[in-house]
């Protein structure tokens, strides 16, 4: 069973740094895309970050380009997210998921992230 699991968000002021990690178990890690999603209050869910599986390429939100950066360490199983500079309107709870063909995608439970002074 695969399960997906976030940690590292909090309570930081606007333009600190937070990291947040997911550690993945039950699959084979290598062969999954992986992203981050974060919902704030009120709106949908949106893609904030993706590292792909083959070649380990990325891409980000517009939002966030130049200030997050998305990294994993497969020998870990695990995926990364940098922040920097961060804005209270990067406030929301930030979800990692995981895709691979031919498979549903999982979800994490999520970790909530506050920006505010």
């Known amino acids: 069973q ?14 600190g740094s937070l990291r947040l990690s997911c550690a993945a178990s039950g699959l084979i890690f290598t062969r999954y895309t992986m992203s981050w999603y974060r919902q704030a209050p009120g709106k949908e869910r949106e893609l904030v970050a993706i590292i ?21 360490d497969n020998a870990k199983n695990t995926v990364y997210l940098q922040m920097n500079n961060l804005k209270p309107e990067d406030t929301a709870v930030y979800f990692c998921n995981a895709r691979s063909p031919g498979v549903l995608p999982c979800w994490g439970k999520g970790t909530l992230v506050t920006v505010s002074s």
């Open 52 to 72: 792909f599986s083959a070649g380990g390429s990325t891409n980000y939100a517009d939002s966030v380009k130049g200030r997050f950066t998305i990294s994993r």
């Open 2 to 15: 695969v399960q997906l699991v976030e940690s590292g968000g909090g309570l930081v002021q606007p333009g």
